[in-house]
């Protein structure tokens, strides 16, 4: 057999915070690396590559993934949004604020996924009990120690029944 | 001279928030700089040993690889300067990453691919192969090798013994003699450690993005190695994902990314991986053993404190583990000694509350221990005890509200429920426990230095070049110009991390408040007196009779008595210089000299084991900290909440595997590694109690980075005692070690 040492490339079309973009990627290229290193959206963080801490987590049609487990290829056709297309304009999403008012993070490298998490699980209309808020966002690792803090921003938009969509 | 406007102390939302919520905020692996290309580093899998051979060949063969780095290519000038120390290097000769073919460690970077992509890098890294000469055991188990353990002139000493410990001990019938092991530990900020380093080759530059915790320490590692001036490096790092003391000093992804970048003259970054996170700086691994005795009142007749700390084979790196058994508490006969075990590990490195959250650790065990043979209650037997002077120094406190510590957190926490025999509350399946403990972190302050520009806009502008790694240094530095100044916060931006702004410390020690705040309130103090200055010539009608100690700086505006004002931006209007700018260098008092400067805390736990399983919950904290003026109680409470969880990955779940025949790091990954989760943390109580500090520096605040860290793990071991009855002596405490 052949031995190839550079998989080839091929066009790929993505749905990213409502606009359509088109990029020449090889299919060993995560969702994670698409984002941060093809598009710039680096919003969207890497901290394990391995699916263990949740830094990566964005959005796919509503729903919290972690986007270091997912090749770009895979998510043809479907809705992403990551933390950069949550505000609306100016406005910040109901999240991002009760994030900036909790004080919900500290060194903020964690943030974009707690959020996306948060969004995700408004989306599941789940956190019905502290037990299940504090279990649902614990796929999202925060060295900071912003938990307590964490937990009141979610607390505080379950409660209000915020809505979560993008 | 009137401040009106309170800033300070008041609760405010982070400055940089809606960057950090939005993914605006940029970290170091996010810039892109054209033709950028991308490193992937190699590491040993041995320990000890030499590299016989290592075949770069396929690596180079794959498509988009420009070049394969190791120590048989890497340029002869790197290795002939040699000066690879950084400015926080312990005693010893620092490990130089491709310098020549030993190994020192297992996980010792050995290599890099640059390609292209970072997915081309990675795989090509993949296809390298190396052979090894490994030259014996490894040693890597601090208990297995106590009998190396060392002191010399490189160690600071221990506090000189007092009294005479031993024989106290011995006459004492009311005694306890217990070990404490506490496993190695790694920092994990969740922001990787990267560089993107830029070599301009005409000018003979660097500009580099790193992830450090004080730009200048990756200036003078970089300037050295390369033997250049230090302006002819600037170092950029204005938002840091987490540091925690990892980032105290540069890491070799910084080596790797420079010396690249010079050789091929292209941009390239170089981001660790996870696992590469676990390839250097943790903290150390530490056994302790204490001997307490008390007369039959509970007064403490002696105490004896020997540590024993890892290091590695190349560097002394050290940690004040013992000093606070001699501090802490009011005692006679006091006997301390620390000694250096040296392992084939990479060189320890400061974590959160080094030193003090280890030795607090035993020694607020063994108080406990102490105060159950005593059959005194164990907040009681902390009063008996109570130090009004430093016992190691003889030197008054600049304050200690640790009796309003002590006495908020029992209020709070309900301390008189605790019932003293273990296994006494249950609940159910569940038992249930109570313990405390009591934090102490020193309140440092450093050499500080800042530069402030005021534009006839109306924009104050501070700088220095500290870092902001979660702290809130941004917001608070912010808050303190704009109380000082007389502006709102809106009109006052506060710029770090770059090297070419005033000098400052490295982010670490919780001193980052005391030493730049006061830099920055100073150099404020003087933007005043040049506001006021230049408003006696422009307005002389006003101010040229007046004193600047009469006048008001409040809302943008110079009032003086009569209520006459003008503001900020008329008196740099009338003027053809506009704006003004001023710097200072701030440094301790000397009066600072004369008292010991603390900050204390005193941590309250509920614990609950489930009886069958051995599962360990820490449903409510309370923690009562005197940390002197709170400057932003928002931010300073996350410092504490932040502090309190590593206290408890501390004491149940953080735990470097090694394996020790290979020396290799089992669990270097973030699931095998267990840090604290949202499900791990409950209730937390954070109180801050009053305390007035005129000596400790011009602001009277402290530091609160590590001190909601020390005692809580002690705290929760001593709970996990009157919750089970079982003394767990080695952390973290498992399941297994209580079933
Ligand atoms: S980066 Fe994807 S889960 Fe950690
Ligand atoms: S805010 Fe730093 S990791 Fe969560």
Known sequence: MEYKNYPETHEIELQLNGTSQKLTISPWTTLLDALREYFQLTGTKKGCDHGQCGACTVLVDGKAINSCLSLAMMQQGKKITTVEGLAQGENLHPVQQAFIEHDAFQCGYCTPGQICSTVGLLNMKKGNTPEEIRDLMSGNICRCGAYANIFKAVEEMVQKEVSGTP | MKVLNNITGV???????????????????????????????????????????????????????????????????????????????????????????????????????????????????????????????????????????????????????????????????????????????????????????????????????????????????????FNMEKEKVRVLSEFVGGGFGSGLRPQYQLFFAAMAAKVLNLPVKVVMTRKQMFSFGHRPACFQEFKLSTDKNGKLTSIQHKAYGETSQFEKYTETIVDWSGLMYACENVELNYKLVPLDVYTPNDMRAPGGTTGMYGLECAMDE??????????????????????????????????????????????????????????????????????????????????????????????????????????????????????????????????????????????????????????????????????????????????????????????????????????????????????????????????????????????????????????????????????NPKTAESQILGGVTWGIGMAIEEEGMMDDREGRIMNANLAEYHMPINADVQEIDVIFVEEKDEIVNPLGAKGLGEIGMVGTAAAIANAVYNATGKRIRELPITLDKLL
């Open chain 2, 11 to 225: 609760a405010t939302t982070r400055v940089d928030g809606r960057k950090k919520v939005t993914g605006t905020a940029p970290y170091t692996a996010e810039f892109n700089p054209a033709n950028l290309v991308h490193g992937y580093i190699v590491n040993s899998t041995i320990s000890t040993g030499t590299i016989t051979k290592i075949d770069t060949t396929k690596a180079l063969d794959v498509a988009g690889v420009r070049e394969v780095f190791t120590h048989e290519n890497a340029p002869l000038s790197v290795k002939i300067n040699a000066d690879y120390s950084d400015p926080m290097a312990p005693p010893g000769s620092p490990f130089r990453p491709l310098y020549n073919d030993q190994i020192l460690y297992n996980g010792q970077p050995i290599a890099m691919v640059v390609a292209d992509t970072f997915e081309t890098a990675r795989y090509a890294a993949g296809l390298i192969e190396v052979a090894y000469n490994t030259s014996g055991k490894s040693t890597t188990n601090i208990k297995d090798n106590l009998d190396r353990a060392f002191t010399d002139d490189d160690l600071p000493d221990p506090p000189k013994p007092r009294g005479n410990a031993k024989k106290a001990y011995q006459e004492s019938e009311i005694k306890i003699e217990a070990a404490y092991l506490q496993p190695r530990e790694y920092h994990n900020p969740m922001e990787p450690f990267a560089t993107v380093a830029q070599w301009d080759a005409d000018e003979e530059r660097f500009l580099i993005y790193d992830k450090i915790q004080g730009v200048a320490s990756s200036q003078g590692y970089i300037a050295g190695i």
């Open chain 2, 370 to 631: 102490l105060a159950v043979k005593a059959g005194i209650d164990p907040l009681e037997l902390r009063l008996i005890n109570y130090a009004e002077k430093d016992q190691n120094e003889g030197k008054p406190f600049s304050s200690k509200e640790l009796k309003a510590c002590y006495s908020r957190a029992a209020e709070k926490f309900g301390w008189k429920n605790r019932k003293a025999e273990p296994r006494s509350h249950k609940e159910g399946h569940t038992l249930i426990g109570y313990g405390m403990a009591t934090g102490v972190w020193e309140a440092l302050q450093q050499k500080a230095s800042a530069k402030a520009i005021f534009t006839a806009e109306g924009h104050l502008t501070v700088s220095a070049a500290t870092a902001d790694i979660g702290t809130g240094t941004y917001t608070v530095m912010a808050q303190i110009a704009a109380e000082t100044v007389g502006l709102p916060l809106e009109h006052v931006t506060f710029k770090l991390g770059d090297s070419t702004l005033p000098k400052s410390p490295i982010e670490g020690g919780s001193w980052t408040v005391s030493s730049v705040g006061s830099a920055v309130k100073m150099v404020c103090v003087s933007l005043r007196e040049k506001i006021y200055a230049r408003a006696q010539e422009t307005h002389p009608e006003l101010f040229a009779e007046s004193m600047i100690e009469d006048a008001r700086f409040e809302k943008g505006e110079l009032s003086i008595r009569d209520g006459r004002a003008v503001s900020f931006m008329e008196i740099l209007n009338a003027d053809e210089r506009k704006s003004i700018e001023t710097s200072v260098n701030s440094e301790p008092a000397e009066n600072r000299d004369n008292y010991s400067c603390y900050t204390h805390s005193c941590v309250m736990v509920e614990v609950h084991v489930d009886e069958d399983l051995g599962m360990i919950r820490v449903p409510r904290v309370v923690n009562a900290i005197a940390g002197g003026k709170i400057i």
